[in-house]
Structures are given as C-alpha cells and as structure tokens.
C-alpha cells in the first residue's frame, strides 16, 4: 500500500502456533475460538509473524522480522514453527528487496517472535553459541529502546522464555544495534510509542502523512480478535497496564480512521476499526491474507 511517500509491505516471514488459552489470558476458550480460530489437537492456534517494509528514496526499513529459522529443533516442534509457505528472506525477494538492501530494522521488542530473523548462523552446525550468529541486515542499523533491552537482560520469570540472547546479542557485538530513550520520530513520517503492558517498553510504530496513517502495535493487539479490551494475553507482564493502553490508543485508531496492522493475525493483514453498540469492531472491509 502507499501512504504519501511511503511505500509500505507486510511480509509473511513464516507461520507458527500459540496456545490458544495464553493467548487469550482470561476469555474462556468457546470465545476465543469463535472470535478467532479454532485450536489444534495441542490447543494451539495458527499464528502469523507479520514483518512490515518500508520504502521510500534510498531508505528500506523493516519492522520486526519473525522467528528464527535455526531455532532448536525441540522449541521449533512445541511452538509449530513453519516456513514452508512463507520466509522472510523468500517474502522480501518477492517484492525484489534483498537482506543487504535492508538499511534500517525497528525492533518493536526482543520476544523471539519478533526478532529471530535480525541474526542468522554462520553456518549450519548444531551450536547455539552467540558468536555463531552474526547480523541477517549486513548494511542495516537496528533499533530498540533502552529501556527494553535492560528488561531483556533481567527478564521476569513470565517472559525469560521469550528471550533468546542469540537474536540480538550478536548485535550489540557487531556494533550494530542502537538504543533509543523514550517516544519519537525515528525517521520523518515515523514514529515510535511505548507500550509496558506486554513488556517494558515495547515500540508501536506509525507510519503517517497527511494522506493517511499506518499503525503497527506489535504485541499491544497482536490479532484482530485483541481489539476487545478484555482480550489480553497470558503473555502479557502487566495486563492492567495493557487493558489502560488499549482503551488509551483505540479511541484515536477510530477518531482518525487509522489502518492497523496486526502481526500475529493468521487470517487478516490489518483492518480499520469503528466503535460498535459494545466496544471497538472491526471494520467489515478488511486486508485478508490471501
Ligand atoms: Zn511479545
């Protein structure tokens, strides 16, 4: 789609699955399959990690980049991961973007599902160790927040599991990762905003100009379904705090008709939403993944 100057793409980088329970914190299960999709034989629910491009002049930045590849083979089963059908290296050759065109990558946050694909191995040996593992971008700075990466090194016993050093460690080696302290613009036309529900200080980004505005929450909504305010996540360190997010930022998405992207959302790239008779809707009119 184009917003303005920007020529924006949401890439498939593989497909994987969640337990369905946790994903959905307190709904009880006949909701969320209704609302959603129904489990698999292992409660898990298809998911998508939705990576989003933007271009403009010589800039080519990425938002996120999915799940690792080289995950061991033993998480790899229990989380269902995918990439038969999709890649992101496959996805961004689609659209004729190669990694070293990449030069900039936005991290909305370091749960593996976000940021597996920023490093790759060096080769394909067993090993799990960090210096086997260098920048996927080679021409690319990285961004996450500060604040965000001091959590990552001091998780809570709820997200530890979600944090494997080998995506992003190897950036700090390389020299490659940068910190930003707080909200911004990070280039002109987008922004970054803090979300501390899920975890601390994960990055929304927004994509706008006068035309229109892209919203990208990352794991504040992570599908279509979470738009309901009591549908939060398991997952989530501070469910209060997300719910307060929420109710925040979803009266502005409807106020000035914004297109949200939601990164997990297996059945649908991204919809604009309207408030119905009990709480936000989606839009009828949606961008479906084909
Ligand atoms: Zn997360």
Aim: with cysteine; proline share 6%; aromatic share 10%.
């Amino acid at each position: 789609m184009k917003v303005g100057k920007f020529q924006i793409d949401i890439i498939e980088t593989g497909r994987f699955g969640l337990d369905g329970g946790a994903m959905f914190g307190v709904v009880p299960k006949v909701l969320w399959e209704r609302a959603y999709a129904p489990a698999d034989s292992r409660n898990r629910i298809p998911m998508a990690a939705k990576a989003m491009l933007v271009r403009w002049a010589d800039k080519v930045i990425l938002v996120d980049t999915g799940n690792s590849p080289e995950m061991p083979d033993k998480l790899k089963d229990i989380y269902g991961l995918d990439f038969t059908q999709y890649s992101l290296e496959k996805s961004l050759n689609d659209i004729g973007v190669n990694a070293a065109d990449v030069t900039d990558v936005i991290l909305t946050h370091l749960h593996f599902d976000h940021c597996g694909g920023a490093t790759k191995k060096l080769d394909n040996g067993g090993s799990q160790s960090l210096e086997t593992f260098v920048p996927t971008f080679v021409n690319a700075r990285y961004y996450v927040q500060r604040k965000h990466y001091e959590w990552a090194l001091k998780p809570t016993e709820k997200d530890k599991a979600s944090f494997m050093p080998e995506n992003y460690m190897p950036l700090i080696e390389h020299g490659v990762l940068e910190f930003l302290d707080g909200p911004g613009e990070v280039f002109p036309g987008i922004r970054v905003d803090l979300a501390h529900g899920h975890t601390q200080a994960l990055q929304m980004v927004t994509v706008s100009d006068a035309s229109a505005t892209v919203f990208y929450p990352a794991d504040l909504m992570p599908t279509g379904a979470h738009i309901a305010i009591p549908y939060g996540m398991g997952y989530d360190n501070f469910p209060l705090t997300t719910i307060a997010e929420k109710k925040i930022v979803l009266p502005r998405i409807i106020e000035e008709r914004w297109i949200v992207i939601f990164e997990h959302d297996a059945l649908r790239i991204g919809a604009r939403i309207i408030q119905g008779p009990k709480g936000p809707v989606l839009e009828e009119m949606q961008l479906m993944v084909d």
